[in-house]
Structures are given as structure tokens and as C-alpha cells.
């Protein structure tokens, strides 16, 4: 089970850290996705990060605004997001994903969600 945290109410421009655990599952053995779910819209891919933590993918409208990161000794995956715009507004989750070849796509390996954490971009 996945747990997900740092998503808050923030203005245009600002920037935000999302924290992505698993108790009980070492992060670094799996490749590790962020998704995100707007009103309305299918859930749909925004990062991921390869097991090796060399490799990423993310969807283009955030990349170059996003960053997913991992601390190991902390076991946890990170979603650095800066220059946020309104339509980054959604619940985001993170997930194990699919590792083709031992890199990562942004596709879930199973159809399992946590609760998610809330992202407001407004004024």
C-alpha cells in the first residue's frame, strides 16, 4: 500500500514536494510512478523513476517542471514540482510501474490506489 503526502493549496508559480511511502516495501527494488487524477479526467501518468534511479520518463506537460527523485535511506520517492499552473490541480498517487527492460513506463503494474494527496493550483 502506497501513501502519498505534501500536496496542498498553492498559488501559480509556486512549488510543491510530494512524498510518495510504503511501509513494509523497499521502494529501491521496483520502478515507482507518479499519476494524477483531475476532476472529471481519466487518471493518467506523470512520472516515473527505474529501480536503478538512473532512468525517468515523465509526461510532457510537466517536463521541465517536475522532478521525481528517491532517497533511499529514507525509502521514500519524491515529486519535486515547480512553476505549478491550475491545470497541475488533481489528487496525485504514486505506484509501482511497469519496467520494460528495466526502465519504466508510465503505466501501473496493478489497478491498486492509495488515498492519494490533494494539489490546488489557484489564486
Known amino acids: 500500500q502506497f501513501v502519498e503526502s505534501g500536496g496542498e493549496l498553492v498559488q501559480p508559480g509556486g512549488s510543491l514536494r510530494l512524498a510518495c511511502r510504503a511501509p513494509?516495501?523497499?521502494?529501491?527494488?521496483?520502478?515507482i510512478g507518479w499519476f494524477r487524477q483531475a476532476p472529471g479526467k481519466d487518471r493518467e501518468g506523470v512520472s516515473c523513476?527505474?529501480?536503478?534511479?538512473?532512468?525517468?520518463k515523465y509526461k510532457d506537460a510537466v517536463r521541465g517542471r517536475f522532478t521525481i527523485s528517491r532517497d533511499d535511506a529514507e525509502n521514500t520517492v519524491y515529486l519535486q514540482m515547480t512553476s505549478l499552473k491550475p491545470e497541475d490541480t488533481a489528487v496525485y498517487y504514486c505506484?509501482?510501474?511497469?519496467?520494460?527492460?528495466?526502465?519504466?513506463?508510465?503505466?501501473?503494474?496493478?489497478?491498486?490506489w492509495g488515498q492519494g494527496t490533494q494539489v490546488t493550483i489557484s489564486s
Open positions: 523513476l527505474s529501480s536503478s534511479g538512473y532512468v525517468t
Open positions: 513494509g516495501y523497499t521502494l529501491s527494488a521496483f520502478a
Open positions: 505506484a509501482e510501474v511497469l519496467s520494460p527492460h528495466n526502465m519504466c513506463d508510465l503505466v501501473a503494474y496493478r489497478d491498486s
